[in-house]
């Protein structure tokens, strides 16, 4: 039957072109914010996009065109809601007549013509009232059925690209891309990269399935093999091939019906297998997102199991952690017939060395130039300070951001200046809205807003044509820079073209004349009280973007850590006075830490205060956060008197798997999955039940 329970339409018997029509009529009741997908919009869709259905009318004396009219007005006499359309139970009845008029005629699927066959059936309703127009009722499409063989298969305009497209709705030729040079450059993932060869050439299981958390570089390892196959740098079976990168978001986006992503998918599928000119690889980014919301529980695993299991076509996914887990629940079957293999985040010396490796295209993108400081200094800090987001994408935002913000303070308006234009212009408003004035409290606002005004407009003079003269020089020195990297590229491209003559004169006329040039532009920057490092990104730079992100002040964040940890115990003894014995204790296990003498495994140090109430216990620790992580919320304050009763203990850790709210996680462990990098507090820690105490010393043992 068409209907389930919840009113959910089922279309597993139904032939690609009615599926399509009924995903285009639940599309029109959507565009039109009606509250309810009806009959009248299935016949509206079908006879502005179904040649077979504008086929049949015609046939029985209805012109499409004043059908299609009709329909519409009857359309627009619906209320409007707003809101998501639901099916109608009218539909429901309209799709249970269509399967038992394709029952009768013994058809395989529930097609076009046992669709009309039920429409002429609606003696009610809108549609009832557009048919009686044209005095077709009951089998009044019988005899004009034949005209459906006569028209081309399939819909026209929104009502097919909704839901069958072919693969270019919904793929992108990653190889393509690479060809064109819209990739940067990948840097470290050779072993990677080998290893997706590797299962690629597999005879079978070979598709590779790249597992791990956002931001470590799955995106980048594909682009890099895009980039070997386009440049030839692949084994002989893969040479030519095609990545085409599915978007997952285009094929969900809009299904609404179940089967709906099914079909999308085994239209893009099943193209790529008649392609037979090239090797054609599908790479699916988020795989676990074709197994959310919306898709039928088992669909996707069953239209991609057999697939799979033939190597028709190869897939290549990524997903996360909880991906696996998700497409594990929904059918765990299609995670066996993939090689995953997990990818860990670079170390920091990896991480600069990728830094490193794509900065000239941000310097090219940004005009600025990117010091070796700052490449440094954005991997240390985006470790260290933004916890929740992986390695090389943290420190890849933190260049591009400051990379930014230099361009904007070089060739726009510096914040002193347009801090000091926007006061004046506030000034000169207030002053114009007090100007009629006459009470001695208006005189006496009006006096102190033109002394004021009067005071700052020289300043905002000298500083405007401070700035003229900047740009100007500026503008020289840019000029330059941009002539000095279009000569760098051809001197690059005639490298691989082997035009040694081009060559030489680039590298020993040209290039040194610019060069020249631009180091006499950058000294007359200097004398003309330009800085000299203009439009150069530099370590503060990038502590200041930091500052933005974090809040963390710049120069706890420039801080040798060596001097830092040498002055702890004078950095402590400032703010808790009197506890010189449990500054130091603290101060020592600190430094045994930070130098690698501790389990790293454990945490850096664990101290147990004792004294009455108000000698310093909670104010020792929120200091130590401060100087840690320089940020003094960096700390988890767990109230002990609240775990006093046995059953309290397990908030800690959270419920086990199958209880209620188990997948919250518990106090203790959300709060360091949040902020990993913090002072752990147990407060009033004798009150707590002795449940918690042998959890503690798990944590203390083990970590």
């Not at 507090?681 to 944590?699: C, I, S, Y």
Request: net charge negative.
């Amino acid at each position: 039957m068409a209907s389930e329970r919840d009113g959910v339409i089922r279309l597993d018997r139904y032939d690609a072109e009615t599926k399509q029509l009924v995903a285009g009529a639940q599309q029109l009741a959507d565009e039109r914010q009606h509250s309810e997908v009806t009959p009248l919009h299935v016949l509206a869709r079908g006879i502005e996009h179904s040649p077979g259905v504008a086929a049949v009318f015609k046939s029985a004396g209805a012109p499409p065109g004043e059908v299609a009219e009709l329909c519409d007005k009857a359309l627009k006499r619906l209320p409007k809601t707003g809101g998501m359309a639901y099916v109608s139970p009218r539909l429901i009845d309209l799709l249970d007549r269509a399967e038992r008029e394709a029952k009768r005629d013994k058809a395989e699927r529930v097609g076009i013509a046992a669709l009309l066959h039920a429409l002429a059936q609606e003696i009610r309703g809108p549609v009832g009232q557009v048919l009686s127009e044209f005095r077709i009722g009951p089998g009044g499409f019988r005899d004009h059925i034949g005209e459906l063989d006569k028209v081309p298969k399939g819909l026209t305009g929104t009502g097919a690209a909704s839901s069958g497209g072919g693969p270019d709705s919904y793929t992108r030729d990653l190889v393509a891309d690479a060809r064109a040079d819209t990739f940067d450059p990948v840097i470290g993932r050779d072993m990677e990269i080998r290893r997706l060869l590797q299962i690629l050439e597999r005879r079978f299981k070979n598709h590779p399935m790249i597992m791990r958390e956002p931001g470590v570089g799955k995106t980048t390892i594909i682009r890099g093999l895009a980039l070997r196959i386009a440049n030839g740098d692949v084994p002989t079976n893969l040479a030519g091939a095609r990545l085409l990168e599915l978007n997952t978001g285009a094929l969900v986006a809009g299904a609404k019906l179940r089967g709906e992503i099914e079909l999308r998918l085994k239209s893009v599928i099943d193209r790529l297998s008649a392609m037979q000119d090239a090797e054609n690889i599908l790479v699916v980014e988020e795989f676990h997102s074709l197994f959310g919301r919306g898709v039928t529980g088992s669909g996707v695993g069953e239209l991609l199991k057999p697939l799979l299991s033939r190597s028709e076509v190869r897939i290549l996914a990524t997903t996360t952690t909880e991906g696996v887990q998700q497409i594990n629940e929904r059918d765990g079957a299609v995670m066996r017939r993939f090689s995953g293999f997990t990818i860990d985040p670079p170390s920091n010396d990896q991480a600069q060395e990728i830094l490193r490796g794509i900065a000239s295209r941000y310097e090219r993108h940004h005009k600025v130039r990117i010091a070796e400081s700052a490449i440094t200094t954005a991997v240390t800090l985006a470790k260290r300070y933004v916890p929740d987001r992986e390695l090389p994408d943290s420190a890849v935002d933190l260049i591009d951001e400051t990379a930014a913000r230099k361009r904007v303070e070089v060739d726009g308006v510096p914040a002193e200046v347009d801090h000091a234009l926007r006061r004046l212009e506030s000034l000169e408003a207030q002053i114009a809205g007090v100007a009629d004035e006459t009470a001695k409290d208006g005189i006496r606002m009006r006096e102190q807003l033109d002394a004021e005004a009067a005071e700052l407009r020289p300043r905002v003079t000298e500083m405007r044509e401070k700035l003229e003269s900047r740009r100007g020089v500026v503008a020289a020195v840019h000029s330059i820079r941009k002539e000095l990297s279009a000569a760098q590229k051809a001197q690059e491209e005639a490298r691989k073209a082997k035009d040694f003559a081009k060559l030489g004169e680039l590298e020993h006329v040209a290039i040194p004349e610019i060069e020249r040039r631009l180091d006499a532009a950058e000294k007359a920057a200097a004398s003309a009280g330009v800085q000299a490092d203009i439009g150069v990104v530099t370590e503060s730079d990038v502590a200041r973007t930091v500052n933005d992100w974090t809040g963390i002040p710049v120069a706890k964040m420039l801080e040798g850590e060596a001097e830092k940890l040498m002055r702890m115990e004078e950095r402590l003894g400032a703010r808790v006075i009197g506890q010189a014995e449990a500054v130091t204790a603290i101060s020592k296990a600190v430094r045994r830490g930070r130098v690698g003498l501790r389990d790293p495994g454990k945490p850096i140090g664990s101290f147990l205060f004792l004294g009455p109430s108000g000698v310093g216990k909670t104010h020792l620790a929120k200091a130590l956060a401060e100087f840690l992580f320089d940020d003094e919320q960096a700390l988890t304050r767990l109230d002990m008197s609240e775990f006093m009763e046995k059953h309290m203990a397990q908030r800690l850790i959270g419920s086990p798997p199958g209880y209620a709210d188990s997948e919250q996680g518990g106090h203790l462990t959300e709060a360091v999955r949040r902020r990993p990098y913090s002072v752990l507090l147990f407060d009033e820690v004798e009150k707590a039940h002795g449940d918690v105490f042998n959890l503690m010393l798990q944590v203390l043992d083990d970590g």
